[in-house]
């Protein structure tokens, strides 16, 4: 039998070539802890404990006695091992143990194939940026940008380029954002009009937030003459980022308009998950405008939400809610805007910077209208100074201007807070 710790690494090998979470390995006969240190090499095995895992494994426990291809961590071992795993992921619906299983044959596999080690961070970053888990999808893609380099080829370094940019810009870093756009687009000669296109959106993302409306209205502009031609999500992506641009520019007739024609121009049947962002988009913008749009943004989250039962991430349900709040707001429900914000503060938020910001302003906005003054206005004094910490001029200049408009409102009466609590004292 193999000594420790080169047991531990065998049975891993063969652990994350079929695909296999540590649970599902170690089955009803073995805690998934025993097993995490049989791999690590602190506990030894024992007969029957090998036999158990020969079974589990589907192998003979020969497979545990003399390393394959002469040592058991020979690079043809390790690339089989990752393409195992990545067939699995590809293929099968992701979750989180499978997360789990290539982050652990990421961290232990130094010597994978690059090209494989590309897809697979590549494949881990997604399913990060799902959970919301965008600072370990940051380092995932930093990492991947540098892999990128070495490879040498124009398209992968400029989607893993575009793709940090987007979560640099998820995470508030907008001045980063920019830069790795920027470095990204230093290498679009001859790509796609996909990837060219990705490039230009993330541009113009990050343009926007930074207050670069100049520069961001004209990549806007430069993205929709590339994609006019195409039509489909690619065309719907670059009309819903111009009303972003336009939006920002207080042009809100202008972005009405081209917001009206991006949601007429995509049909659930083309790309449902694009059909819910889109619409909460829509309505987010909507709520944006001055005066609030409320009818339309109430139409597009009616619409959405019986979508999110089929395609719907823990982001997106996080996302119709906090919309909801603004909307209930906007519309003068102030408890049912307040219930919401009592709901999402037992929950880690997975919303973006600017609308985590925002949805943390409204409920401080609340605050003060229902008494607690210092609170409130400590509240969004604080998520102001995160916003120019951003470099987010526009929305720093948006949370005072909520600041200044409430206390210039005055307080809520504490009577009017609760209809039904009012009656109940009446009736007292």
């Keep these: 039998m193999l000594e420790q710790p ?20 170690a089955g009803d006969g073995m805690s998934t802890g025993y097993l995490s240190r049989l791999e690590s090499g602190a506990r030894r095995p024992t007969t029957r ?3 158990h895992l020969a079974e589990r494994l589907g192998v003979p426990t020969s497979e545990f006695e003399a390393p394959a291809n002469g040592e058991t961590g020979h690079p043809a071992v390790q690339t089989s091992s990752l393409a195992h795993l990545l067939a699995a992921v590809i293929s099968g619906t992701p979750d989180d143990e499978l997360g789990e299983t290539l982050a652990e044959a990421l961290r232990t596999g130094d010597r994978w194939d690059a090209a494989l080690r590309w897809q697979a961070l590549w494949l ?36 893993a380029r575009t793709q940090l940019s987007r979560c640099a810009r998820l995470l508030g870093d907008n001045a980063a954002a920019r830069e790795h756009a920027l470095q990204a687009s230093r290498v679009t000669d001859d790509l796609s009009v996909a990837d060219r296109a990705g490039v230009l959106h993330a541009l113009v993302s990050a343009e926007a937030e930074l207050g670069l409306l100049v520069e961001a209205r004209t990549h806007a502009d430069e993205l929709s003459a590339l994609t006019a031609p195409t039509g489909g999500p690619l065309r719907v992506e670059a009309l819903w980022a111009a009303a972003t641009v336009r939006i920002r520019q207080g042009d809100h007739t202008g972005a009405q308009e081209v917001l009206e024609q991006a949601l007429q121009s995509l049909d659930s049947r083309q790309d449902l998950t694009l059909w819910v962002r889109l619409r909460l988009a829509a309505a987010s913008l909507y709520l944006q405008i001055t005066p609030a749009l409320t009818d339309r943004a109430q139409v597009y989250l009616d619409e959405v939400a019986p979508a999110l039962d089929l395609v719907g991430t823990e982001l997106h349900h996080q996302q119709l809610l906090t919309l909801r709040a603004h909307l209930a707001f906007e519309q003068g429900r102030l408890e049912d805007a307040r219930a919401v914000c009592e709901q999402m503060d037992e929950q880690a938020l997975l919303l973006s910077f600017r609308d985590r910001i925002r949805f943390r302003a409204l409920c401080g906005r609340l605050s003060i209208l229902g008494g607690d003054r210092d609170g409130g206005i ?41 209809p039904r609590r009012t009656a109940t004292r009446s009736r007292r």
């Design 6 to 25: 080169v047991f531990g690494q065998r049975l891993r090998a063969l652990r994350v070539k079929q695909g296999l979470s540590q649970a599902a390995l």
């Design 49 to 51: 404990v090998v036999t």
């Design 124 to 159: 881990l970053a997604q399913l990060r940026d799902g959970q919301g888990r965008h600072e370990e999808e940051h380092a995932l893609l930093t990492e991947l940008t540098q892999l990128s380099d070495e490879l040498g080829t124009p398209a992968l370094r400029a989607r």
């Design 378 to 418: 400590q509240t969004l004094q604080q998520l102001a100074e995160q916003a120019q910490e951003a470099r987010n001029a526009e929305l720093a200049a948006e949370i005072w201007r909520t600041l200044a408009e409430t206390l210039a409102q005055g307080y809520e009466p504490v009577e009017a807070k609760s």
